[in-house]
C-alpha cells in the first residue's frame, strides 16, 4: 500500500543553513602572530560550518520522524469506502 505524505524535509531548511561557509581570509604578513590569528579565525569558521550541518540533520531528522508518525497513523486508518458498509468498524 502507498501512503502518500506530502512532507517537504529539504523545504524546511532555511536559506542561511543551505550557504556556504566561506574559510577566513590568509593572513596578510608572513609573521607567526598572523598565522595564529588565521589559524583561530579559521577553526571558528570550521565550529560554525559543522554546528550549521548538525542543525540540517537535525530538522531533516525531525522531518522524517513526522512522516513516519503520519505513515502509521494513515496505515491503522480505515479506507474511507469500508465507513459506508454497515457492520462492525474495524
Known amino acids: 500500500m502507498t501512503i502518500p505524505v506530502a512532507l517537504d524535509c529539504a523545504g524546511r531548511i532555511p ?7 566561506a ?3 590568509p593572513p596578510s604578513d608572513n609573521s607567526i ?3 595564529v590569528a588565521f589559524a583561530d579565525a579559521q577553526t571558528g569558521r570550521l565550529e560554525s560550518a559543522n554546528d550549521r ?4 540533520l ?9 512522516s ?4 502509521v497513523r494513515l496505515a491503522s486508518q480505515r ?3 469500508r ?8
Open 15 to 21: 536559506p542561511q543553513l543551505r550557504a556556504d561557509t
Open 79 to 81: 479506507p474511507w469506502w
Open 58 to 66: 537535525w530538522i531533516v531528522d525531525r522531518c522524517e520522524a513526522e
Open 68 to 71: 513516519r508518525t503520519v505513515a
Open 83 to 90: 465507513r459506508l458498509l454497515p457492520g462492525p468498524r474495524q
Open 33 to 35: 602572530g598572523a598565522w
Open 53 to 56: 550541518s548538525a542543525t540540517v
Open 23 to 25: 574559510g577566513a581570509p
